[in-house]
């Protein structure tokens, strides 16, 4: 791409746990997202976007730093990241760039439990902001949407009236209306905390409820009675789970028809403002959400309900619209792919790839495959649930480290996954071949596929794993 000689800026929208596959893009005939179809028309559609590590704060760590959660050290939810990474905050600050965040963080609590107290949800101003330095209004984690609260750059506590979402697209209104009138560039990230559960009728505005009540919601298609063996406490359900399923699917939607208002919203102010040539936009999600599939709830597992996400990119007159791209993109390539497109300078230790190219309908070496990671348990250090995959354009392969157990899927012809091919004479060629491209990729990242536990106790002081452990 030639240069303009003008610094794009740069709006960065992030579900918490929508999945691919609940979009009206997608082929949901039960999604109503017209405004987040209509973006996927407009600019650049990534279908073969994955969550590297599907679960909440490893994505957000991944995200910024532009290494696989085996390098940040964040394993698991409920942890404080290590300031010292070169972060996409800190490269767009150095470039002059206005770098203000907006919603949940997921980055600062380090205990289970206990999200409201304040020492848990106020992110100080300082290096644990990860160079987002101009405006904040965040909290660490909550996922109650009414009458909610954020903070800016003390403990106090300010208090969003209505449903969070809504106000959140009201702070990211405010915000563009004043950055619009400078003339210094500026990143926004909006972090919206739905449709993560609890999924009940009083976390969700009515009229959207509405929408669904009467909309039959029936079981996965690779739905299972029984637990996945696999599964870790967050992804069990019990008989009274299971049968809230479709209940819990309807709020869900309901939620992520109030999302795409929002999108909406946000989407128009740009273009009244007359930022939409100088914006790149974007609308992603950390991660997906399992609703009964293969046995689970949740996120924390290479299936695709988990780790398949929408990411749109718009940014008129330098995108083409309407262009699509099969590229398999992962969490750490992020990172680079902006701050290329952005013509920044990408920091030596970024672990992830430039996929720009993709955006641009360029031709180019392309990865050939995303690297997936389970590094255990939830959100406690408790071992026996750590797994590593890949997802290629076609298969996904992945391996359970507890007994060594082995997936391979045709993702294509059998998009549910519900025939795991390991055993196959026709398919043991590309399970040979994504055997080694696995132990490539880890050995590669010096990813020594340890215990959960084994990073509570061995991280250095800047979470950089020593090669110190064995290959298992």
């Not at 003008?6 to 005939?29: H, I, M, T, W």
């Not at 730093?65 to 972060?87: Q, V």
Request: some cysteine; hydrophobic content about 35%.
């Amino acid at each position: 791409m030639a240069s303009t000689g003008r610094k794009p800026n740069l709006v960065y929208v992030f579900a918490d746990q929508l999945r691919y596959q609940s979009c009206g893009f997608a082929g949901d005939e039960r999604a109503i997202t017209p405004n987040i179809d209509r973006l996927a028309t407009e600019g650049v559609n990534f279908y073969n976007a994955v969550s590297g590590s599907p679960m909440c704060a490893p994505y957000r760590a991944s995200l910024f730093t532009g290494k696989y959660a085996s390098s940040t050290g964040m394993a698991i939810n409920e942890l404080r990241i290590n300031p010292n990474h070169d972060c996409i905050g800190h490269v767009l600050h150095r470039n002059g760039y206005q770098t203000s965040y907006i919603g949940k963080w997921h980055l600062w609590a380090n205990q289970l439990g206990r999200h409201h107290d304040t020492q848990n949800s106020y992110i100080p101003p300082g290096p644990h902001r990860l160079g987002f330095d101009g405006e904040w209004s965040a909290y660490n984690f909550h996922h109650t949407y009414f009458d909610t609260y954020y903070h800016r750059d003390s403990p106090e506590r300010i208090t969003i009236p209505g449903y969070e979402p809504d106000g959140q697209t009201d702070l990211a209104i405010d915000y563009l209306k004043r950055a619009s009138t400078t003339d210094d560039p500026f990143a926004l990230f909006l972090s919206i905390g739905t449709p993560h559960d609890p999924w009940t009728q009083d976390n969700v505005p009515s009229e959207y409820y509405e929408m669904f009540r009467e909309v039959n919601f029936p079981l996965p298609e690779n739905y299972r009675e029984e637990n996945d063996p696999y599964g870790d406490a967050w992804a069990m359900m019990s008989d009274e789970q299971r049968a809230k399923l479709p209940e819990w699917m309807r709020v869900y939607y309901a939620m992520t028809t109030n999302l795409d208002w929002n999108v909406g919203r946000l989407l128009s102010a740009i273009d009244e403002l007359g930022l939409q040539e100088d914006t790149i936009f974007v609308f992603t999600s950390d991660h997906g959400e399992m609703f009964g599939a293969q046995g689970r709830k949740a996120k924390n597992i290479f299936y695709e309900e988990a780790v398949r996400i929408p990411f749109l990119m718009r940014w008129p007159e330098t995108i083409s619209e309407g262009l699509t791209t099969d590229v398999c993109l992962n969490t750490p390539d992020i990172m680079p792919t902006l701050l290329s497109m952005m013509e920044l300078p990408i920091p030596e230790d970024v672990e992830g790839s430039d996929l720009s190219p993709a955006a641009f309908g360029e031709t180019f070496e392309e990865p050939e495959a995303a690297f997936m990671q389970g590094m255990g348990c939830t959100a406690k250090w408790e071992d026996g649930y750590e797994w590593r995959a890949l997802r290629t354009k076609q298969h996904t392969y992945a391996v359970h480290r507890p007994d060594g157990g082995e997936k391979l899927f045709d993702n294509i012809a059998d998009p549910f996954q519900t025939r795991n091919l390991t055993d196959i004479p026709t398919s043991q060629g590309i399970l040979n071949e994504l055997r080694a491209l696995l132990k490539q990729r880890m050995y590669a990242l010096n990813d020594t596929f340890e215990a959960c536990t084994w990073y509570r106790d061995n991280w250095t002081e800047d979470r950089v794993i020593l090669r110190t452990a064995t290959m298992h």
